[in-house]
Structure formats: structure tokens, C-alpha cells
């Protein structure tokens, strides 16, 4: 049963996402290349003093992605730390300097790691005008980044890759505001609360007291997973009944992670003028996602390891409405998307199992990745695979029509090295300082041993791809954490977009080299596989000794 039950929830999945695939594909290509504005958009235009017709070149491109992010980080960071005198504090105190930085370049960068609960730490006012706005720019800034890399492709002869603001400003209010208003109507219909209520006490069958928090829920909730931002209303998350009631309301949520990610190949082929090339892109993605999501169910259905053998089962630390099959789908969708989300405990896991979500991220999320992020990851990974297949058969190596000189493979290769090398620094750094590991063994890990080794392995990782779930038996809300994770997340979000953005500049300033019998096909089955196994072994290579030391070690034992 629990086959048929697997079988049945994937296919629902893999149904509707194929269903929107084309249309919303081509919806989002429309957006991007679209020469008419929108009424209210032009309105915007005049306030800032933007020309939409006048497109940047990959510099001031770049200068306006951080300059906005960077504004972004002071307004949230300013607003928790004045908290006590906003409206709807519901008179909580401001947090410390350390986690208000923390949760800022969190929220700013995508990744919504919370080192702290939500509901008795933030009022309303900061929520919605702090952490709901960056909910939905940060996640128009990841997919406008990636629009500027395709450009790049499909561009000739150009000293342009568009123009930041109205593709921030397009991405905003085209894609992310209607879906998630839709979004959020469904699940207030399933059952997720929206209130203003603050805290509730009520009496229990048992007579004694309880507080319940309220707040509204639903409205974060939708673009916290359609922008695969991942912070919950709740320090349950996806697991809390507020957030996400019932099973349908579960697989409805995985559509909305998944929605715009395994979308955008389309939006890629689109105006890269060759459809072809998006399915490969999409290929390489759902066989990436299908491995996954069936090796972590088949481990955590086993049962096998230390959590399952303490509590008796593979259920400990999920929900009963979900069950297995739920929370791995879950799962795999979550730390695939970079959402970070969760509708189960990941450090309940199976230590095999609780592997799996960290090797989603470790692959550098492009299965199929975040908003935006997504795409442009797995484009450098392309770039990276027909490089090596030039150096094969022995030419100059050609994607879509743009030579892969020096210049762009060094800044594919340093993109590829940004990520892996603020993971193993920030973990080894942990256990390496006398003072820092005495802090995180005594203060953070909850698990001592190779299982809180697993832990702070989970931690960086989930930093450094801006990912933003955890195991949860790290407390992370401590000077050292805080501040380190912030810089990984800072330097894990804004460094790769650096790259992006110059090989963007790079590819769109040459000219279309044609097609010749030595040009190695991009859309069909061998780039397929070898796009598949550099993506792999990318990732193989480079933590294979780091998690031998964690959850290889644990699930050995």
C-alpha cells in the first residue's frame, strides 16, 4: 500500500507540474521580454526614476542587484531592532544584535534560516513589512538574475544583459503577487489560519492553561514557498497544523515550491529561441529529483538507524497526517528548491535519510533549485559539462552558439567553488577554534558526537545554497552561529550572482558561432547524461570526505 500510495502522490505531482510546464513557461518569457508596461508598473518607473527602456550593462546590473539588497538589510535589520515601538509588536521586545543581523541577511538573501521561534519573537509589523516584502523581492531578484544570464545566451553583440529594475519590478507583480493571492485563498480554504488575533489563552479539556498564538499565516505562508523562501509562521513550519492542515493541503504546497523552478527551462528555451534546450535542462532536473526522492523513501520506509530504533519506527518526527511518503516528498522538494521549509523534523531522520536532503543542497540546488537560482546554476554546470566535452573530442567548446573561452570557464569553475568552500571553511572553523567549538559543543549541538558533527555539516550547507532548513537539534542562536551562518549566507547568495552576472556580460558582448557536424548537440541524450554525471560528481568529489566523517559514519555503524 504504502507503493501504491508513493506512486499515486508523485504522479499527482509530476502531472500538474507537467501540465503547467508550457504555458507558464512561456507565461514568464512573456513577462521578461514583453515591450508593453503595465499602468501601474510605469507608475513605479517615474517614482524611481527608471528608464524601461533603457537597458545596463552586467556592472551597473550588478551595482543595483546589491544596492537593493543591501537597503534591504538595514530596513530589516532596522525594523527588528525597533520593535518595542512599532504597531502589532504584540509586545515582544527587540532581538539581539546578532540575530537581528542574522534573520535580515537571511530573509534578504532568500534562505529564511530562523535561529529563533517566530511566533514569540517577531510582532506582526515586522513579518509583514519586513520578512513578507523580502519574501517577495528577494525571490524577483534570484529569478531577474537568472533572465540576465539567458539574455546573455540569446543575446549578440551586446554590451547589455536588460535592465534590473523592471525586471525586479515585473517578476514582482506579473508572477509572485497573483499567484501567491490565489495561493493563499486555497490554503485559508484548507484550513490555514489568517488572523490578527496575537495570543489566545484558552482552557484545556484538562483544565489548565494554554496560550496559542494567531496571525496571518496564510498570506506568508504562499510566498514563502512559491518564492521558495522557506520561513515559517511558526517554529514548527510546515509541520505546524496552522501552516499546513491536511495532506492535500501538504502535496498543494510541494506544487507551489515546485512551480516556478521546473517552469523556467521553459522560459529558458523560450527565448533562447530553441524549446529543445529547456527540456534537456528539465531532464537533467526531474532525474536528479526522481533519484532523490525515491533513495530518501526507500530509506526512511526501511527504518533502519538510531532515531527509528529508539521511538520504534520511521515515524518519529513526522506527522501522522503526512506519513512517510509525505514528508519525504516533502523533503526532497524543499532542500531540492532551496525553500528550506518542513513538514517533518530532518534530524529525525534516518541517518542515511537525513542524508539526502543535505546532498539536495549539496548539489548545489538544482533539483530543481530556487526561484531563479535554480536555473542559472544548472546553466553553469552546462557550461562546465561542454567544456569537458570539448576537451574530449578536442575543439573549442560551444553552448547555444557562444564560445566557452578562458574567460568563461574561469568564472563557471570560481562559481562552482564559492559554495563548497563556505561549507567545509565555516564547518571546520567550528571544531577547529579552542573558544568557537568549546561554545557550539556546550551551547548548540544537542547530539554530541558524529551525529552533531551531522549537524553543523547540515548548517553551513544549508547557509551557504541559502536553503534555510536545519537539523533541529542545532541551537543556533548564538554569537558564533549567527554571525558565521549570516556571512555564509551574505557570501552564498551575492559572490555566485557576481559570477552570474559577468559571464552573463561575456556571453551576451559575442557574436553566434554556427553550428558545425564536430558541435556537440546540447538537447539530446549524451549532453542529458553528461550534464547529469558532472553534476554528481561535482558534488561527489568535493564532500565525500566531510560526510564520511558524518552521516556515512553514523549510518555505518
Same mark, same amino acid.
Given at each position: 500500500?504504502?507503493? @501504491? ?5 508523485? !504522479? ?52 543595483? %542587484? ?6 534591504? %538589510? ?105 499567484? !501567491? ?81 521546473? *517552469? ?42 538510531? /532515531? ?35 513538514? *517533518? ?39 562546465? !559539462? ?82 534555510? *532548513? ?33 559571464? /552573463? ?32 560528481? @561535482? ?19
Amino acid at each position: 500500500m504504502t507503493g @501504491v500510495y508513493a506512486l499515486l502522490a508523485f !504522479a499527482t505531482v509530476a502531472i500538474i507540474m507537467g501540465v503547467l510546464y508550457r504555458p507558464f513557461g512561456d507565461y514568464m518569457a512573456w513577462v521578461y521580454t514583453s515591450r508593453r508596461d503595465w499602468k501601474v508598473e510605469r507608475g513605479i518607473y517615474k517614482i524611481i526614476g527608471v528608464d524601461a527602456r533603457s537597458e545596463q550593462s552586467w556592472q551597473a546590473y550588478l551595482r543595483s %542587484v546589491l544596492a537593493f539588497s543591501a537597503i534591504g %538589510v538595514l530596513i530589516v535589520y532596522g525594523l527588528q531592532r525597533l520593535q518595542q515601538w512599532l504597531p502589532y509588536s504584540l509586545g515582544l521586545t527587540a532581538p539581539s544584535e546578532h540575530l537581528s543581523f542574522n534573520t535580515a541577511v537571511s530573509f534578504v538573501t532568500n534562505t529564511n534560516w530562523q535561529s529563533y521561534s517566530p511566533e514569540s519573537t517577531l510582532g506582526y509589523t515586522v513579518q509583514f513589512a519586513g520578512l513578507a516584502v523580502q519574501n517577495f523581492v528577494s525571490a524577483a531578484v534570484g529569478i531577474a538574475v537568472a533572465i540576465a544570464l539567458v539574455r546573455g545566451f540569446a543575446y549578440r553583440r551586446s554590451g547589455t544583459v536588460g535592465n534590473f529594475w523592471v525586471d525586479l519590478i515585473r517578476g514582482t507583480l506579473r508572477i509572485l503577487l497573483p499567484i !501567491a493571492v490565489v495561493g493563499a485563498i486555497v490554503l485559508m480554504i484548507g484550513g490555514v489560519i489568517q488572523n490578527f488575533t496575537g495570543f489566545t489563552t484558552v482552557t484545556t479539556i484538562t483544565g489548565a492553561t494554554q496560550t496559542i498564538p494567531g496571525g496571518p499565516t496564510a498570506s506568508q505562508e504562499a510566498i514563502k514557498l512559491l518564492g521558495t523562501n522557506g520561513g515559517g509562521f511558526f517554529n514548527a513550519n510546515s509541520s505546524h497544523p496552522f501552516e499546513n492542515p491536511a495532506a492535500w493541503t501538504s502535496v498543494f504546497e510541494v506544487l507551489l515550491m515546485l512551480a516556478i523552478p521546473f *517552469s523556467l527551462p521553459r522560459t529558458f528555451g523560450r527565448i533562447v529561441g530553441d524549446n529543445r534546450q529547456g527540456y534537456a535542462i528539465l531532464s537533467v532536473m526531474a532525474i536528479l529529483y526522481v533519484a532523490s526522492f525515491s533513495i530518501l523513501t526507500a530509506l526512511e520506509s526501511a527504518g533502519t538507524g538510531t /532515531a527509528p530504533g529508539l521511538a520504534g519506527g520511521a515515524m518519529e518526527g513526522k506527522e501522522q497526517r503526512f506519513g512517510i511518503i509525505g514528508s519525504t516528498l516533502f523533503a526532497t522538494t524543499s532542500t531540492g528548491t532551496s525553500t528550506g521549509a518542513v513538514n *517533518s523534523m530532518h534530524d529525525s531522520f534516518t541517518a542515511l535519510g537525513g542524508m539526502m536532503p543535505m546532498l539536495n543542497m549539496m548539489l548545489g540546488e538544482v533539483t530543481p533549485g530556487g526561484v531563479g537560482s535554480g536555473i542559472y546554476a544548472i546553466l553553469i554546470l552546462a557550461v562546465i !559539462a561542454v567544456f569537458i566535452s570539448g576537451l574530449l573530442i578536442g575543439r573549442t567548446p560551444e553552448y547555444l552558439g557562444k564560445k566557452i573561452g578562458p574567460r568563461e570557464i574561469k568564472l563557471a569553475a570560481l562559481y562552482i567553488l564559492v559554495m563548497p568552500t563556505l561549507v567545509l571553511v565555516g564547518t571546520a572553523l567550528s571544531f577547529a577554534i579552542p573558544g568557537i567549538r568549546e561554545e557550539v559543543e556546550s551551547t548548540s549541538i544537542w547530539n554530541p558526537g558524529i551525529h552533531g558533527m551531522s549537524e553543523v555539516l547540515y548548517a553551513f550547507t544549508s547557509a551557504a545554497n541559502n536553503n534555510g *532548513s536545519a537539523f533541529a537539534g542545532l541551537t543556533a542562536n548564538t554569537p558564533w552561529l549567527n554571525t558565521a551562518l549570516g556571512v555564509a549566507m551574505l557570501l552564498g547568495r551575492f559572490v555566485p550572482i557576481v559570477f552570474v552576472l559577468a559571464l /552573463a556580460g561575456s556571453l551576451a558582448a559575442q557574436d553566434k558561432v554556427p553550428s558545425t557536424s564536430g558541435t556537440l548537440p546540447t538537447h539530446r541524450p549524451m549532453f542529458i547524461g553528461l550534464l547529469t554525471v558532472v553534476t554528481v560528481l @561535482v558534488t561527489a568529489l568535493t564532500f565525500f570526505p566531510v560526510l564520511a566523517l558524518g552521516p556515512l559514519a553514523e549510518g555505518l555503524m
